[in-house]
Structure formats: structure tokens, C-alpha cells
């Protein structure tokens, strides 16, 4: 079956920097998304990634390893308005997008 | 352009209800989406079209229906409504499935079946 793996929730501290994992067992891979969902919103979209290596932009980067079936979002200078959901997402053989459960942020000041 | 709209905001049905989820979006996408996503989940994906006329199965069908008789509208039919239903329902569309496309979502409908 296809998986994708993240932690449920994390907290972090306004000003600081937190990463994001997850981990994918997909048939196929044609690139992985990360999105932001706020609460009762809908999710937008943050970052794409297809080749090995990290991409950035602004204060969120975010990383790919496909050898190890594996990303991360970087998110850094935290700020209140940063607490949200992040949902991993990878494009399988057949061009669908498998979703992740999401990681809720909760950031303290 | 308003980008993906759907209507209603929020609904309470009673079970065996049936109702119409709308979906309209004015940036010309060929792909649109129908997601649910409960609770602590991720998006399950329903139905998804890649042009009007063309519809065809996700994850998780079964209670629903769909057509897409234009390009800006896909409608989502929910017949015998059932608690199992219960969930936040979101319409995306995107201008290709390429993989460098991201979906545009429309901001959800509640449904609340009791």
C-alpha cells in the first residue's frame, strides 16, 4: 500500500527553527508537495520538490531524498501566524497525489 | 478572478438526505477535484475530471457522484446521506496533472449528518 508518514503534532518557539518530516512509501514517485493549512482553511501550496536536494524560499525550505523516500520543511524565524497545519503530498506512478495526515505547528512565544 | 468557490459554507443534513456540493472555478483548469478530509486526517480524494464530459473514481467514492458538464463547474452529489459522511469537503482544480502543476483549493464546505 502507499504510506506517507508525519508527526501528528510539534511545538516550537516564535523566533526559532523547526523541521518537518516525512517519510514516503508511494508505487512511483513524479514529486512531493508541501502545503499550509490553517485552522478551518483550506490548504496552499508551499513548495515543490522532484530532484535530490533543498529548495528555498524565504524563510521555508524544504528538502528531498529519494533514495530514502524522505523530505523535510524547514521553517525558519518562526512567527505566531506560522501555526498551522503542513501536509506532505507525493504525485504516485498514475499522476494522483497521496496525502499525509498533517503535522499541526504550534508555536509559543 | 475569485480562483475555486464553494457553496454551501456549511450544512447539517439528516441522515437518507440528499444534497449538491458546488464547485465553480474561473481560471480555465482542465483538472478538477473533489477531497474530503475528517478529522486529524489527510485529503481523501472522491472523484476527480480532467475535462468536461470525463470524470472518473478516487480513494473513496462510494455514497458520492459527479458530473462535469463545463469546464467551470463540478458539481459533488451526495445521495442517502449517512454519518459516515461527516466531514470538511474541499473542490481544487489545477491546469494540468504535470507534476509541476500545484492545486488551487476552494475554502470547504462543512457537513454535519446527524
Known amino acids: 500500500g502507499q504510506n506517507i508518514d508525519q508527526p501528528t503534532e510539534m511545538t516550537a518557539t516564535e523566533g526559532a527553527i523547526v523541521q518537518i518530516n516525512c517519510t514516503y512509501q508511494t508505487s512511483g514517485f513524479n514529486g512531493l508537495f508541501w502545503y499550509q493549512q490553517h485552522a478551518g482553511e483550506a490548504p496552499t501550496f508551499l513548495s515543490y520538490n522532484v530532484l535530490d536536494g533543498l529548495e528555498e524560499k524565504g524563510r521555508f525550505s524544504s528538502f528531498l531524498s529519494r533514495s530514502k523516500g524522505y523530505s523535510y520543511l524547514l521553517l525558519k524565524e518562526l512567527q505566531m501566524k506560522d501555526s498551522a497545519s503542513y501536509l506532505c503530498a507525493v504525485i504516485d506512478s498514475n499522476y494522483q497525489l497521496i496525502w499525509g495526515a498533517g503535522t499541526k505547528l504550534i508555536i509559543k512565544p | 478572478n475569485a480562483g475555486v468557490t464553494q457553496t454551501p459554507k456549511f450544512r447539517i443534513l439528516k441522515i437518507g438526505q440528499s444534497m449538491t456540493l458546488q464547485c465553480t472555478q474561473d481560471?480555465?483548469?482542465?483538472?478538477m477535484y473533489w477531497y474530503r478530509q475528517d478529522p486529524g486526517m489527510g485529503l481523501k480524494l472522491i472523484y476527480y475530471s480532467v475535462g468536461a464530459g470525463i470524470t472518473d473514481k478516487g480513494e473513496v467514492p462510494n455514497g458520492y457522484n459527479v458530473s462535469r458538464s463545463t469546464t467551470e463547474d463540478f458539481p459533488l452529489r451526495l445521495e442517502l446521506a449517512a454519518p459516515s459522511q461527516t466531514s470538511v469537503y474541499f473542490c481544487?482544480?489545477?491546469?494540468?496533472?504535470?507534476?509541476?502543476?500545484?492545486?488551487?483549493f476552494g475554502p470547504g464546505t462543512r457537513l454535519l449528518v446527524l
Open positions: 481560471m480555465n483548469h482542465n483538472y
Open positions: 481544487a482544480s489545477s491546469y494540468t496533472r504535470d507534476r509541476v502543476e500545484t492545486q488551487y
